[in-house]
Nanobody, 128 residues
Framework: QVQLVESGGGSVQAGGSLRLSCTVF????????MGWFRQAPGKEREGVAR????????VYADSVKGRFTISQDNAKNTVYLLMNSLKPEDTAMYYC?????????????????????WGQGTQVTVSS
């Protein structure tokens, strides 16, 4: 049974940093699109960043480019989201998700519902 477990969320002041982790259990990834998504209260869930585990290719939402970095550690079966220069508008529940193959990693906005595996989420709160 494949499980995705996120960790690393918390409360920080604006300008601070956090690193989120998403560990995959029950499966050794090698050819998947792994994505980070977020959902703020009253808003739709949006894509933040994606990485194709087969090549390490990444895509980012415009709102986080230059501030967030998605990466992977294959030995730990874990994908990370390093978030720097955090802003209050980054406050949200952050989720990681997985889908087989590279297709969904061509864009950060398309195919959200095609991700078959989701974690439980980790809360990020940024105060001004």
């Amino acid at each position: 049974q494949v499980q995705l477990v996120e960790s690393g969320g918390g409360s920080v002041q604006a300008g601070g940093s956090l690193r989120l982790s998403c560990t995959v259990f029950g499966y050794t990834y090698s050819n998947e699109c792994m994505g980070w998504f977020r959902q703020a209260p009253g808003k739709e869930r949006e894509g933040v960043a994606r990485i194709y585990t087969g090549s390490g290719t990444t895509v980012y939402a415009d709102s986080v480019k230059g501030r967030f970095t998605i990466s992977q550690d294959n030995a730990k079966n874990t994908v990370y989201l390093l978030m720097n220069s955090l802003k209050p508008e980054d406050t949200a529940m952050y989720y990681c998700a997985a889908a087989f193959g590279p297709r969904l990693c061509s864009s950060v906005v398309r195919g959200q519902t095609d991700f078959g595996y989701w974690g439980q989420g980790t809360q990020v709160t940024v105060s001004s």
